[in-house]
């Protein structure tokens, strides 16, 4: 079989199927997870992040540790959520080095001025208000936020992956809840 | 803005917050006790709704400038862990240490399973201590179907293809080789998204 017919027969194959061949070295398989996949962890990642830089080198070297560790994921079929939170730790991840790796506390500053991006001269919608909003959220608040009403994690998870007691967790959220609420009002 | 935990406000959308986190309409009852909560519940729920709109991508979403971005990926997977045990091989020279990766053995198994028409392969496992020669193993194979494909006969086509070309190309000692059938998947028709 050709290289591109197989290519085509594997973009059918379910995500168990792939992650199987994956983990068994196929490079192929992989290459039709990412195809399948990558669009959705680098919308995730450009939301955690606040922005489209990094989001790039973050979503790679998701894929590059998530082909390593393939063989010890236990259930194939769940891949694409495994893959989601391998993206989310390599983004958190780049944000704690954007902090000189700082205790979280310290990151809920507020979003330096070159970071807000450039109105534009309108939002189209209240997706657009909310993308905005988000990316004045500090980092601290934003990414409690999107791990939970994105990446639909629980308190315990986004205190594990955060390093923070759930309590931080839940004010962190309220006052980002808060914030975006306010924003999205002013957008509309 | 102010943020301080002192305005009342603040208690009402924590409030709400945990119901419509636990899934549970919050009450009548509170939404109607001022015009603030129900203010803010609608305001909540205006968040919440952009929200899960926020990573509403299409599946293979990537276009044709990302091709670059999936070739780096593929040029830095790290090949070599995908090696596995080291399986013996007999050579007539007593001093040549012939060995044969598990990784090749697999993809071994992966194209001689995908010679068979209607059928792919998923993951393979070889079980039994292949380091020590002549040890018993069992190959256990994952496979799809394609979709009005008779599985018994697919799968038993999937076997024979399997364990005749390790019979041909190692020396292990097949004991079986079990294949599971976790999928059916639809034959690709000729009109549909052709990536290239």
Known sequence: ?188 | MNAANDDPADDIVDVLSDYLDRGVEPPRELIEQSPENHLALAALLRVREAARSLIDVDEGGLSTGDEGWIDSILTNLHREVKAGRAIPLTHPSPRANLTLTEGAVRGLVRAAGDSVDGVLVGRCVLDGDVTVAGSPVVVRVEASVFWGEPIPAAAERLRVAIAGALIQHTELAIEAVDVTITDVHLRRTDDEGQQS
């Open chain 1, 1 to 188: 079989m050709a290289d591109v017919d197989r290519l085509s027969s594997l973009a059918e194959a379910s995500d168990r199927i792939l992650a199987g061949r994956a983990a068994d070295g196929d490079v192929r398989g992989f290459e039709v997870l990412i195809r399948r996949h990558g669009a959705l962890m680098r919308a995730y990642a450009a939301r955690i992040l606040g922005s489209n830089a990094d989001v790039d080198d973050v979503v790679q070297d998701a894929f590059i540790t998530a082909w390593d560790k393939l063989p010890e994921l236990e259930d194939l079929s769940a891949v694409k959520s495994w893959l989601m939170r391998i993206v989310n730790h390599k983004a958190i991840d780049r944000i704690r080095a954007r902090h000189d790796h700082a205790p979280i506390e310290d990151w809920d500053d507020p979003a330096p001025e070159r970071e807000q991006p450039e109105r534009q001269a309108e939002t189209h919608s209240q997706q657009d208000s909310l993308v905005r909003a988000l990316e004045l959220l500090p980092d601290a608040q934003r990414n409690c936020w999107v791990m939970k009403e994105v990446g639909g994690f629980s308190y315990d998870e986004i205190s594990a992956e955060l390093g923070v007691p759930p309590s931080t967790v839940r004010g962190l959220l309220a006052r980002a809840r808060r914030r975006l609420m306010t924003e999205m009002e002013e957008w509309r």
